[in-house]
């Protein structure tokens, strides 16, 4: 791949639930992308300023305690939880699909990987299927960020 910026745009849930289905191993990460990250390869822990041993980012394969639910739920779940980050960390953040190795924990206990494949863009129309997804559950759900909005 010339340029990491210049992915494949997964379009639709489906195409994402389909991606996650067939692969293991895949991860979800809000930035400005691969390009801007692969060269520093490292997030930084907002509160503290520290460097941290690889680029946080949230695992997409479905564990086992979700047993037959819909897989589709489980990726507009793990978008939903997310879908914030645009608003509060500005303009320029995506979200993207990467493989990689985990190599450490970040203080919110999300997954530190290194070794980035990036795969491909989410375009913004599947997070808003995520949404909708999400609103026909029955429950109590709401985003990680519970207050604003």
Same mark, same amino acid.
């Given at each position: 791949?010339?340029?990491?910026?210049?992915?494949?745009?997964?379009?639709?849930?489906?195409?994402?639930?389909?991606?996650?289905?067939?692969?293991?191993?895949?991860?979800?990460? %809000? *930035?400005?992308?691969?390009?801007?990250?692969?060269?520093?390869?490292? *997030?930084?822990?907002?509160?503290?300023?520290?460097?941290?041993?690889?680029?946080?980012?949230?695992?997409?394969?479905?564990?086992?305690?979700?047993?037959?639910?819909?897989?589709?739920?489980?990726?507009?779940?793990?978008?939903?939880?997310?879908?914030?980050?645009?608003?509060?960390?500005?303009?320029?953040?995506?979200? %993207?699909?990467?493989?990689?190795?985990?190599?450490?924990?970040?203080?919110?206990?999300?997954?530190?990987?290194?070794?980035?494949?990036?795969?491909?863009?989410?375009?913004?129309?599947?997070?808003?299927?995520?949404?909708?997804?999400?609103?026909?559950?029955?429950?109590?759900?709401?985003?990680?960020?519970?207050?604003?909005?």
């Amino acid at each position: 791949m010339d340029a990491p910026d210049e992915l494949p745009v997964v379009g639709t849930l489906a195409e994402l639930t389909a991606l996650v289905e067939r692969d293991r191993g895949l991860y979800v990460r %809000w *930035s400005r992308g691969p390009a801007t990250d692969l060269t520093a390869a490292s *997030s930084v822990d907002d509160l503290t300023g520290v460097p941290m041993p690889g680029l946080s980012a949230n695992p997409l394969d479905v564990e086992r305690w979700w047993q037959e639910r819909p897989v589709a739920l489980w990726v507009a779940r793990r978008l939903y939880d997310y879908e914030h980050l645009p608003r509060e960390k500005g303009p320029g953040i995506r979200c %993207w699909v990467l493989r990689g190795r985990e190599n450490g924990r970040g203080p919110d206990n999300e997954p530190l990987v290194v070794d980035v494949r990036p795969l491909c863009w989410i375009d913004p129309a599947v997070i808003d299927e995520a949404r909708a997804e999400v609103a026909r559950q029955n429950g109590p759900w709401g985003p990680l960020r519970r207050t604003g909005g």
